[in-house]
Protein backbone atom coordinates (compact mmCIF):
# COMPACT_ATOMS: atom_id res chain seq x y z
CA UNK A 1 0.00 0.00 0.00
CA UNK A 2 1.13 3.01 -1.13
CA UNK A 3 1.81 5.79 2.00
CA UNK A 4 1.29 9.25 1.70
CA UNK A 5 4.30 10.54 0.77
CA UNK A 6 4.82 7.92 -2.01
CA UNK A 7 1.56 9.28 -3.53
CA UNK A 8 2.66 12.93 -3.80
CA UNK A 9 3.13 14.83 -6.63
CA UNK A 10 6.54 15.10 -5.81
CA UNK A 11 7.51 11.54 -5.53
CA UNK A 12 5.89 10.43 -8.36
CA UNK A 13 7.93 12.76 -10.63
CA UNK A 14 11.03 11.85 -8.48
CA UNK A 15 10.25 8.07 -9.47
CA UNK A 16 9.64 9.13 -13.46
CA UNK A 17 13.00 10.50 -13.18
CA UNK A 18 14.76 7.61 -11.66
CA UNK A 19 13.45 5.11 -13.78
CA UNK A 20 14.44 7.39 -16.73
CA UNK A 21 17.42 6.94 -15.16
CA UNK A 22 17.18 3.28 -14.97
CA UNK A 23 16.81 3.44 -18.95
CA UNK A 24 19.51 5.67 -19.86
CA UNK A 25 22.24 3.56 -17.51
CA UNK A 26 21.02 0.06 -19.55
CA UNK A 27 21.54 2.08 -22.46
CA UNK A 28 25.29 2.89 -21.56
CA UNK A 29 24.30 6.68 -21.08
CA UNK A 30 25.93 7.16 -17.69
CA UNK A 31 26.23 10.61 -17.34
CA UNK A 32 22.60 11.15 -18.49
CA UNK A 33 21.59 8.81 -16.09
CA UNK A 34 23.92 10.16 -13.25
CA UNK A 35 21.96 13.60 -14.05
CA UNK A 36 18.48 12.21 -14.35
CA UNK A 37 19.38 10.63 -10.42
CA UNK A 38 20.32 14.15 -9.11
CA UNK A 39 17.26 15.81 -10.26
CA UNK A 40 15.19 12.84 -8.68
CA UNK A 41 17.41 13.03 -5.69
CA UNK A 42 16.57 17.01 -5.80
CA UNK A 43 12.67 16.56 -5.96
CA UNK A 44 12.95 13.69 -3.38
CA UNK A 45 15.63 12.70 -1.03
CA UNK A 46 14.10 9.32 -0.68
CA UNK A 47 13.81 8.24 -4.13
CA UNK A 48 16.98 6.37 -3.81
CA UNK A 49 15.81 3.94 -0.86
CA UNK A 50 12.82 3.56 -2.52
CA UNK A 51 14.45 2.08 -5.71
CA UNK A 52 16.81 0.17 -3.98
CA UNK A 53 14.23 -1.85 -2.53
CA UNK A 54 12.13 -2.17 -5.71
CA UNK A 55 15.78 -3.39 -7.44
CA UNK A 56 15.82 -5.68 -4.80
CA UNK A 57 12.11 -7.09 -5.27
CA UNK A 58 13.12 -7.11 -9.11
CA UNK A 59 15.87 -9.18 -8.64
CA UNK A 60 13.85 -11.76 -6.13
CA UNK A 61 10.98 -11.96 -8.78
CA UNK A 62 13.79 -12.44 -11.78
CA UNK A 63 15.91 -15.66 -9.35
CA UNK A 64 12.63 -17.05 -8.34
CA UNK A 65 11.85 -17.30 -12.08
CA UNK A 66 15.41 -18.71 -12.72
CA UNK A 67 14.18 -21.27 -10.61
CA UNK A 68 10.69 -22.44 -11.32
CA UNK A 69 11.92 -22.69 -15.20
CA UNK A 70 15.07 -25.01 -13.98
CA UNK A 71 12.30 -27.00 -12.04
CA UNK A 72 10.22 -27.76 -15.11
Known sequence: MATEHERSPEHKKAH?????ALDQAAEGNAGK???LIE????IDPRIGEEMSREAKEDQRQADK??????DR
Open 16 to 20: DLAEQ
Open 33 to 35: ARD
Open 39 to 42: EAKS
Open 65 to 70: ALRDSS
